[in-house]
């Protein structure tokens, strides 16, 4: 049997406005680019796409099942602008057929630099998941799927049984991702890595007509999940829901693929669709997952260097970490939201001077022209704060 473990990540930051050194508004979002955003992906995916799910599950009676993280800065866009679109994450959890999972509410980095604030995010967004969704999260991902063994550690202390991150091949060596392991000496926590071949078929190749599979049909990926029975227990496909009429538009045939993939698995041999904790119930620890250094899901490298690559980047998450102390004695909490809100990960990466195959990623809704430009707009924004502050 090969169980596909189907995880969505669901986010946007809140992008900042252009900010000069001679500016003094204390406003550094801007709100109404971030609102035309939220409505634009809103009813491009996130609407057509719970439709979708929701009418999929009903079809198969529940043997349909995923999971999703939403960020706290998306819930709170939603909140502000598309209540409808919550309402509709709402009614796939009242399903019993999803689960909601936590993150960092501010799809922040802060573990790299201050754990006591990673863990007030971290129980923040937990409790936000709770009262939105009335579900107690039992699995953890860090941001972009970081994560190390120091990760594992503070996590399972949290109450956390599972955590999400990449496949890496430089940690797998000959192991496969399709097997679920533990942490060193942390026997209780369990880890799912995600597949990223076949998470990237759908992601980034599916509308490349140069690709040498293009077209893909849902037959043609249910053979390949298929080919797992044998040679391990889950796929697991992680990606941004975006990838759903956002990345992938409409006209690419992504939702009719959608649409057609549960049957084309469910007929493809014993398989069936498991939420994260249903995977853990089931399926055991294939042994013993040592990931000393810090890994992610982004780029070709799999590692941190799309956020801290440069100079630019270790100077500006030093920078507006280097003011928690300060910032959170100030007791004023709209100064504390947006300081949290400007350690989100996609500041830093605007600033990424690197280029992949897969470099249209970063180019996803920003509003750049250069990662120079976004460095000096984000440091005009933390002179401003550090002044207030004073």
Excluded at 62 to 80: A, H, M, P
Excluded at 292 to 318: C, K, V
């Amino acid at each position: 049997m090969a169980s596909v473990v189907f995880y969505f990540q669901v986010h946007q930051p809140f992008r900042l406005r252009r900010y000069t050194v001679f500016d003094t508004d204390s406003s550094y979002f801007d709100n109404t680019h971030n609102r035309e955003i939220c409505s634009k992906v809103s009813d491009k995916c996130y609407l057509p796409t719970n439709k979708a799910l929701l009418e999929l599950i009903e079809k198969f009676d529940g043997k349909f099942r995923v999971s999703f993280s939403l960020t706290g800065t998306v819930i709170e866009q939603f909140q502000k602008w598309r209540p409808d679109v919550l309402e509709s994450f709402q009614a796939l959890a009242k399903t019993g057929c999803v689960e909601f999972i936590s993150e960092t509410y501010y799809h922040s980095l802060v573990f790299l630099y201050n754990r006591e604030e990673f863990v007030a995010q971290t129980q923040r967004h937990r409790r936000a998941i709770s009262e939105l969704f009335g579900q107690e999260p039992k699995v953890f991902r860090n941001t972009e799927l970081t994560y190390n063994n120091d990760v594992a550690r503070v996590i399972r202390d949290l109450g956390y049984e599972t955590v999400l991150t990449e496949g890496a091949d430089h940690i797998l060596g000959y192991r496969s991702p399709n097997f679920l392991y533990h942490p060193p000496n942390c026997d209780d926590l369990h880890i799912l890595l995600k597949n990223y071949r076949l998470s990237d078929d759908i992601a980034f190749r599916f509308s490349n007509q140069t690709w040498s599979e293009w077209p893909l049909t849902a037959e043609k990926f249910a053979k390949w999940v298929n080919r797992i029975n044998g040679n391990g227990y889950v796929c697991n496909l992680f990606m941004d829901y975006e990838t759903f009429g956002e990345h992938q538009w409409k006209s690419t045939g992504i939702f009719d693929f959608l649409d057609a993939l549960p049957e084309a698995i469910l007929d493809a041999g014993d398989n069936d669709f498991l939420t994260i904790s249903e995977a853990v119930a089931q399926y055991p620890s294939a042994g013993e997952m040592d990931v000393p250094h810090m890994i992610s899901w982004a780029d070709t490298e799999r590692d941190i260097s799309a956020w801290l690559g440069n100079s630019m980047q270790a100077n500006a998450l030093h920078d507006i970490n280097g003011m928690a102390a300060e910032v959170l004695s100030s007791g004023d909490e709209e100064l504390i939201h947006q300081w949290r809100l400007l350690q989100s990960s996609d500041h830093f990466y605007y600033m990424c001077t690197k280029w992949f195959d897969d470099g249209d990623v970063h180019r996803y809704f920003n509003p750049y022209e250069s990662p120079y430009e976004a460095y000096i707009n984000y440091m005009n924004i933390l002179d401003s704060l550090r002044s207030r502050i004073k």
